[in-house]
């Protein structure tokens, strides 16, 4: 039965819990400013919100994904100052290199993860582990191993994949928002300890020359961690991702006439031009990874994500106005989350943002970008549900 089908019914009887097994999911784009983050972000709570349990993991040395899930707002509250809230939650709070340091380098540590529960859902909640900048010194380290195979070392890449892929059992999803960077040994070994892949993408130039760019990436890690794949009488990098397709984040919206409006669903000409364009590339880099069994067929891609679904772009989401956007980061809250209540709260005094208008542009953008993500989270959740692999 295809995919979206088994989506709706599950829906309907609430019954998709009973067949879900925890999946791996990489978000990663070498173009940075896409909105990646945003994306992870959100999933994570829509999909707490639905009754999964989700981890997300910060590998951004940014880590701005862990002062969204935080809820950071100010520079007060993201200061280095002893008393700031930023350092009360990293003293208390465990981050991806004290994590991976457990396995890597059996070192002990007492600190939790960071739990969000939905408000929406009793089962739901989201858990994080938390970004820091001592990401950069595990990234030496793990080059250097990598680069000089012996085999005192030769453990490490595995050690690196259980301290993740073990989670797997606590969770639906695990979600893992990573650095702009090709080259980072992290981001390649998350990727290819992962079930799945996607590469959010915005409507410009340097983003569509980013995923002409990937299959040289890709081959690039490939290469790099070649020796340490998992056989038969090795322990390693399982070598499983398989590529789901582009998510096309901050499109602009047509704002021409009251029925697009109502629609919302019309994008400007310079985004459509654009994500034709981005078509023919994710396409030739689906082939690319479809070749080393790292991608979905584009009959799978339309099982999971529908048969009118236009292979390789799972969504194309509209832009964020920058008033529900600063409203949702004062509130320290996704913006799926936003009510009236909480724009009238943490609005500019200058204007007045009203996300319940039938023809407004705050609407119609709030629930473009509802729908869009829902849309995306029953998706994955009919991946898991499914026999797709």
């Known amino acids: 039965m295809p995919c979206y089908f088994l989506r709706l019914i599950a829906s309907a009887f609430n019954t998709y819990k009973a067949v879900l097994m925890g999946k791996i999911i990489v978000f990663f784009n070498h173009k940075g400013g896409v909105g990646k983050t945003t994306l992870v972000h959100n999933l994570g709570f829509i999909l707490a919100d639905k009754g999964l349990k989700i981890l997300l993991v910060d590998a ?35 981050s991806l290199s004290e994590h991976l340091n457990i396995e890597l380098k059996g070192t002990h540590c007492s600190k939790k993860m960071f739990r969000v529960k939905s408000k929406k859902n009793k089962d739901g909640l989201v858990d ?25 070392t030769d453990d490490i890449p595995f050690k690196f994949e259980s ?7 606590d969770y639906d999803f695990i979600l893992i928002d990573t650095s702009p960077s090709g080259s980072s040994v992290i981001n390649a070994m998350m990727m290819l300890l992962s079930d799945y892949f996607i590469a959010p993408v915005s409507p410009t130039f340097f983003s569509l020359q980013a995923i002409d760019n990937l299959s ?12 340490y794949q998992t056989t038969k009488s090795f322990k390693g990098l399982s070598f499983q991702p398989k590529f789901l397709g582009l998510v096309v984040q901050m499109a602009k919206r047509f704002n021409g006439g009251s029925e697009n409006k109502q629609k919302g669903t019309s994008f400007s000409k310079a985004a459509e031009k654009w994500i034709a364009n981005v078509n023919e590339s994710v396409k030739r880099f689906q082939t690319f990874a479809a ?29 964020f106005t920058n008033q529900l956007r600063s409203i949702a980061e004062k509130a320290g809250i996704p913006v799926v989350h936003l009510t009236q209540d909480i724009c009238n709260k943490y609005k500019d005094p200058s204007a007045y943002v009203d996300i319940t208008k039938p023809d407004g542009q705050y609407k119609i953008s709030f629930d473009s970008i509802f729908k869009s993500y829902n849309t995306i989270a029953d998706d994955l959740i009919c991946l898991i549900s499914s026999k797709e692999k």
């Not at 301290?163 to 059992?169: D, G």
């Not at 070749?291 to 989401?317: D, K, L």
């Open 60 to 94: 951004d040395p940014q880590m701005n994904l862990t002062a969204a899930v935080y809820g950071l707002s100010t520079s007060i509250e993201y200061s280095a100052d002893e008393d700031s809230k930023w350092s009360k939650y990293t003293k208390d709070y465990i």
């Open 128 to 152: 994080l582990i938390s970004g820091d900048i001592n990401l950069a010194n595990v990234e030496a380290d793990l080059y250097g191993i990598v680069k000089n195979k012996n085999t005192f």
């Open 291 to 319: 070749i080393r069994n790292m991608a979905v067929s584009e009959e799978q891609f339309r099982n999971i994500f529908g048969a009118a679904s236009n292979p390789f772009i799972i969504q194309t989401c509209c832009d």
């Open 163 to 169: 301290s993740i892929s073990k989670k797997k059992s």
């Open 216 to 227: 040289a990436i890709f081959q690039n890690w490939i290469n790099l961690l070649s020796n």
